[in-house]
Each structure stands twice: as structure tokens, then as C-alpha cells.
DNA sequence: GTTAGCACTCAAAGGTGTCGAGTGCTATTT
DNA sequence: AAATAGCACTCGACACCTTTGAGTGCTAAC
């Protein structure tokens, strides 16, 4: 539907219509001020006069690719034209070697584990762009099993861990109705390692669900406990967020009113927002721009989403991106975001 | 020596000059504006006119109290007001039944998991001050050991598994020069579990280091690879800090401009910073409180700092507090963190 | 179709004047 | 001697004005 958009509009619009919308967009993504007729008609170095481009001007506007503050200041692109601009516009940038070597570099030195990794890649993802960098963390629950295991750390209390193929951890206590000894729950570990070889975490859930209604396992002590227990260390609820840069967007002239900043801090405390908005992308493969209103993220903070999917070993996708004004440095933006979940996906494929 | 201030202003203030100050700070906090010597009169109330106060308000500048912003606006507390209002003027209050309730509960609800626990106190704090919330963890290096486990994830590559007597658990990643095989992993697990046994983990490293020294272990291949490998697993950098709340303070009429705001958000990622400044408060007892400057978080910004400490069972410590503008609600915020610190103490030594 | 010219608009910037909260000083009261 | 009333003074805040200049839309000429 978007995409759609951009198609018709890229018909209708003469290439001389298309080349000064690119100027003016360009413009103010570099100066946040709204653009003149003769600045565009300066800066191009173009043949044409300031009165030929306000013609032209004129015209986008109609279209809905511009509008003014007031009477008499320049024009802005409106979400439109950055949606147009983004889908036919826009010259990507090459991804500078020293881009490069920060990107991979930053992935090797993080410590070995998946969280430490994906954190580090929020990070680079902030201070290459300039924005906020945010990743998500494969789900969990759709990651298939390799290991769970019971630690008894006192009456009653139970570590449970349990790793998934990709490495991911996860540690949850749990009380249990009775006491159990270290041996009984090495047994019940290895009975449940056995169960759940090869499932996802959600099918190893799904397993155990189904297992205690079972009558066979119903009156065998040791498994009913095992599963019950179990049954609480398999359920995973939320994914892990990595947001960094979040000093950054401070830098952005359209963000300086307190009133705007505290939307979008509000929405990063909100984690859950910022899944579901995420979890639209996670289907589609390469690079995915979400434009203002079209992240959902709050109607008015002029925010813009340039996201792509990474997969692991296990075929379990994640989610990088970045997050600044809509007023964002594409042309840079989008190749670092490919380049880096294309490189967080070998690396974790690797593994 | 900062108490020392306190105490030597306390004796050379009037207890009507203290009366006003008291009034004048306590204004200041409320509203955020300069207050002036009419104002003071009227509100308290007082049988004083303004030309009186205006005196006293003279001679509370020249100790270096107030200031005023420009010539004729009203005056504003100066640091050095603040740590006498605080040291022995500030009247506490009472935390609620239902801030009481709220800290218990959310407490309460968190799942079990240490990090959980202070994750959701760190919200709770937040919430109840309307500042930000902070949480350190109690440091894990110092905690007792309870538990070292290895599961092996794939060729040469090991997941290491610690756990502290807290309930804190550290996962480490592991490459391994030569493969080992789980039932290997087993037996290392139980070599260095015994080894490791009422040791906290700072000396389980040490102890570690110092066996593959020795003549003896060095020729007994389990054991030196074991060591080889747990040397990397107990060795434990940074400690977990939890801040939450951190859209708040953009309430806070003082941090409404940006380049403000940047500065604390910067702070706050380097999260060494923190830590730092945090340990100074670990060694003492009771709520700790830190104004402006003495905070050393950045000179320019305004904060303060009101903490205090709380002990686990294994009497490792952590430090909790809220972090907000130099004009804080201290009489609440006070009483809020000091019961919260009872209650995560009480509720991490029962565990 | 392009451009030059011109009248018009409007925000931003700067200047002026008033208002009032607040001060310091001094003379007066208690 | 301490407290107060009175008064002149200061200075930011606000409202109001003008000027400036960038930018527009329109029209007539090329």
C-alpha cells in the first residue's frame, strides 16, 4: 500500500519535478529550516531561476509532497515526500570502510555471549548513524531448546536455566510445593532434556502441557513434579530490547522542547510498544522504513524507523534498526543498517 | 567535613533566621521560582513583616545561602542551603500507608529473580519520588559462591554458569583450545564446585589462580584444563545498575532545555560513572545524600543524590536512591528511600 | 515553457514603554 | 535596639510597535 504510493506518484511526477523535490528534501535533512525557491535554485547549480522552481513548488504542494509553516517561509517535505523520496529518491551512500571496520569490529569484541553481542550492535548502530540504535533479540520462544537445568539453592528454591541453541540464557527461580534433593533433580533435568531435544521453546511448552495430562506420566512422582516445574521455567515471556543513544536524539534541533523528548522517552519505557511495532517488520525480509505516522509510535513526535532482520544459526530472526527524526539521514542510515544485520547475521550464523 | 558545615551554620543561625531559610527552601521546592521576603511573610503566616525579612534574607545571602538570580527578583537557595535544610532542618515525612503498600507489592510481584526484584524497585522508587529511580546490584564479585556448571553448546565452545548465594547468576560463553565432551564437563564442574565451596567469588578466582600454579594440579590434565577454563568464568566485570524513570525528570521545569538534559542522559550511559560514584556511598549506614556538586556527576547540571545501602543474606551490599534536580522533594524522598532500603534488605535476607 | 518584476505576507529581530515584584536604605515606631 | 513603614530604585517580563528580509504568487514579457 505504501509502496503502491511511491509507484504512482514516481508516474506522475517529470524528472525535473523529482530532481528539485530530491533537492529540497536533501536540504532539509541537512538544515532542519525550511527550504526557498532560490536556495534550491543555488545550491543545484541548476539552470533554472527561483521562478521557475516555485512553479514547480507550487505543484508538489498541491500534491501533498510539501508544505509551508506560514505564508511566507520555505517549504518542508511532508511524510509523503520522504516516503517518495525514500522508495525512488534517494542515492544510497556506500558503507565507508571505516564504517565497516567499526561495525565488525564492535561485534567481535563484544564478550562471546548473544546479549552482550546484540547490545554492542545497538551501540555501534547509535554512533554510526547518530540516532538511537535499537535491537531485539530473537525470540526466545521460537529458538529451539538445547539444554535446561535445575540447581537447588535452598529449600524450596530452585534455579532453573535454560539455553537455547543460539546461546541465550535464561535463569528463573522457582518455588516449589516440595523440597528437592540435587540428585532428584539431575534425574528430572535428564528426563526433560530427553523430552524436549529439537523442539522450539513454544513446542517444548506446549510438550509439557501435554505430557501432564498424560495418565502415564499423571502417576509417575518423579515426572509430574519435573513437569510442573518445568512447565514454569519453559514460559518466556518478554523479548530482550537493546536501546542505545538515547542521549543522541538530544543533538536534533526538532527534539529540543522537553514536551516531545518525554513522548519518546515515555515510549521506550513502554517496551512493549516498541515490540509490537517491531514485530510487523520481522516478516519482510531487507531493509524496512517506517515514516512518521507509519511507526504508530506516537502520532506527533515526527520520528522515523529504518529497521532490517538478522537470522541466527537456528533460523530465529532478530531485529536492528535505528531511530531518529523524520527528518533522518537516509542515504546513510539505510546502508548502515543493512550492512550491519547482514554481518550480525553471519556472525551469528557462525556459531 | 560536609557535616561539619552543618553543624557550624547551625550554630550561628538565629532560630528565626532558620525558620526562613526553612520557609525560603522549602518554597523553592514547591515551586521552582525565585522566592521573595513578601512572600515568605505572607505565607508563614508570620507576625514579621517583609521589610524584616528582607533583612534576615540580607544577611542569609552574604553567609552564602541564597542568591539572587538578578537584583530584583526574589532569592534561591544556594547548595550550601540545601545541606543545612537537609542536615538539620528538613521536617520528614511519614512514608504512607499506601506508598508502604506500593513498595511491599511491588516487591512482591516481581518474578523471583534477584535482578527482577530490583529491576521493578528501581520503577517503585521512581514512581513513588516522581525522580528517577536507581538500583546497583550488590556486587557479584564479592558475593559467596553457590554453583558452577558447564554445558557444552558446540564444538570448543562452552556455556559457563555461576551462581552466587544471592541467586545471581553470570552466563559466560567459553572457547575452549580443545573440545571437551559433557561427561568431562561434569567432572570439572564437580572438581571446582568442591574447590570453590564458601569462597566468595573474588577468592574462588584467586583460589583458581593460584592451584594452576601449583606442582600439583599442573600435571593432572582435568584439573588445569578445569582451571584453564573456570579462570574465564569467575571473572566477573561490571555490576548490574538498574535506572528507571528517566522520562520523569523531564517534568522538572529546570531540565526543560536540551543541552541540560544531555548531560545527565550522557552520564547515565556510561554507567561507570555511576558506579563510581555510588561506591562512596556503600560504606556507610543509613540514607546518604548527596547535593549538586558533591555529586560529581556533572558540575553544571543540578542533581542531587539521596541513597542509601541495603544487604543480602550472603552481606554482600547494594545501594538504591533517586536521583533528581538539587530542589527535591527531600522531606519525602528522604523517608522513601530509607523504608524501601529496609524492605529489600529484609526481603533479600529471608531469601 | 521560462523568466523577470512586483506587490504582498509574515516571522524574526530589535526597539520602546509600562508594569510590578523585589530590593536596599533610611527614618520612624515600639 | 529591634521591627517596621515608606520610598526610590532596579530590572526582568510583557505588550506593542517597526523594520527587515526571505519567500511567495501572480502577471506580463520573452
Redesign the interface.
Known sequence: MLFFWGLAMNVELSARSRQILEAIVEDYIATAEPVGSSAVARRHAMTLSSATVRNVMANLEEMGLLTSPHTSAGRIPTEKAYRFYVDSLVALRQVSRDEKRQIINHCRKA???LSDILKETSRTLSQLSNYMGIVVAPSFNSDVF??I?F?R??HR?I?A?L?S?N?A?Q?????TEEDHDPEELVRMGNYLNGMMQGLTITQARERVLAEMKNEKTKYDHLMSRALRISEQAVTVDGDDVFV????RI??QPE????AR??EI??A??KKGIILQLLSRCMSADGVQIYIGSETSLSRSAGVSLVTSRFVTSSNTVGMLGVIGPTRMGYSSVIPIVDYTARMISRLLSE?
Open positions: 564478550g562471546a555471549g538445547r539444554h537445568e540447581i539453592l535452598g528454591k534455579l536455566i539455553v541453541s546461546g540464557v535463569n528463573r527461580l522457582i518455588e542505545e543513544g538515547q542521549a538530544l543533538d527534539f529540543s522542547d522537553a523528548m518525554k522517552y515515555e521506550f519505557e556459531a
